[in-house]
């Protein structure tokens, strides 16, 4: 079946630094990937809308300058949180629908800031 | 009040019981959406409905559009199947995904 890959599946960093994640549809083209926040115990909040080749629609209240997204192809879409600081430690996690709507997650990525 | 939601928020079970959880939500839909999330925190899509109902090995889900509900059921559970499972839907304008708050399911052997 068809498969998200995401990466990196944690990744623990600095106060300040910048973070870089993955999404890959690894056997399907995506024309539009999601990207999810989540808070323990919480519900996914989408954060933003990913369209290959055009510039991502943000939802309110997410600053697009700090939340950076790249779908540069039909099956990679980068999420680089920039300066990230320890409120932005979250559980994030893309998705891509594939044709025909059904949707295909990644793992998962959990950033720690310190 | 929510726009999706679901019932019950957490819910125990012995192995080998059947297992129903339910979804109702307010908004105008093109497709309803049952999730999975084990507890590391990968999320598998179990059904995308937009009428009538589908199985696929144990689980089954059902859809009600006049009634704006949706039940997922577990026949014959087993404690792999300890899970958080989501309902989500999509439509209007932008076809975004709403969620449900999820159920928590743990059962137990």
């Known amino acids: 079946g068809a498969v998200v890959s995401q990466h990196p599946s944690w990744v623990i960093c600095k106060s300040g630094t910048s973070v870089k994640i993955e999404c890959r549809s690894l056997?399907?083209?995506?024309?539009?990937m999601f990207w999810y926040r989540q808070f323990p115990k919480q519900s996914l909040m989408l954060m933003a809308t990913?369209?290959?080749?055009?510039?991502?629609?943000?939802e309110q209240g997410v600053e697009k300058d700090k939340f950076l997204i790249n779908h540069a192809s039909l099956t990679l879409s980068t999420l680089t949180v920039t300066s990230a600081h320890p409120e932005d430690s979250s559980f994030y996690i893309c998705?891509?629908?594939?044709?025909?709507?059904?949707?295909?997650f990644g793992s998962g990525t959990q950033l720690s800031v310190l | 009040k929510n726009e999706v939601e679901q019932s019950p928020q957490n819910l125990t079970a012995q192995e080998g019981e059947f297992i129903t959880i339910n979804c109702s939500y307010s908004?105008?839909?093109?497709?309803l959406h049952w999730l999975q999330q084990h507890p590391g925190g990968g999320i598998v899509s179990l059904f995308m409905?937009?009428?009538g109902k589908k199985k696929h090995g144990r689980l089954i889900a059902t859809i009600n559009i006049q009634e704006k509900h949706s039940s997922l059921h577990i026949t014959a559970s087993h404690p792999r199947d300890s899970a958080v499972y989501i309902c989500?839907?999509?439509?209007?304008?932008?076809?975004?995904?709403?969620f449900g708050t999820g159920t928590l399911l743990a059962v137990q052997p």
């Open positions: 998705s891509a629908r594939a044709m025909g709507g059904k949707l295909f």
């Open positions: 908004v105008g839909i093109s497709a």
């Open positions: 056997d399907f083209q995506a024309t539009t």
């Open positions: 409905l937009s009428s």
């Open positions: 990913s369209n290959e080749g055009s510039k991502a629609t943000y």
């Open positions: 989500a839907v999509s439509g209007g304008a932008t076809n975004k995904l709403i």
